[in-house]
């Protein structure tokens, strides 16, 4: 119930974001951003961009974790495991 995702170009390369999909340093936070910014840590373009990417996330109905820019969940864990069961697939 969870997708990691970020933006790219027409010719897709990826927007940049400051860092990469799956860093998990304080420059990956979302909730720090304008501090970030201001200690030159991520510029201003790459905060617009998450900035972009989380109001087109959001207005799909996912919501956002502050700990990564390129993590939404289309629901809470506890809905999903009461809406939804575990399908194992057995090579």
């Known amino acids: 119930m969870a997708v990691d995702v970020t933006i790219v170009d027409n010719k897709g390369r990826a927007l940049p974001m400051g860092t990469p999909v799956d860093f998990f340093g304080e420059e990956a936070n979302t909730d720090k951003e304008s501090a970030l910014v201001k200690a ?3 510029t201003e373009a790459e905060f617009q961009n998450r900035r972009l ?4 996330m959001q207005q799909a109905g996912f919501t956002s ?3 990564e820019w390129w993590h939404f ?4 864990a506890e809905e999903a495991k009461a809406k939804y069961r575990i ?5």
């Open 40 to 42: 030159g840590k991520i």
């Open 53 to 56: 990417l989380r109001r087109v």
């Open 65 to 67: 974790v502050t700990s």
């Open 73 to 76: 969940n289309a629901c809470s």
């Open 87 to 91: 399908i194992e697939i057995n090579p």
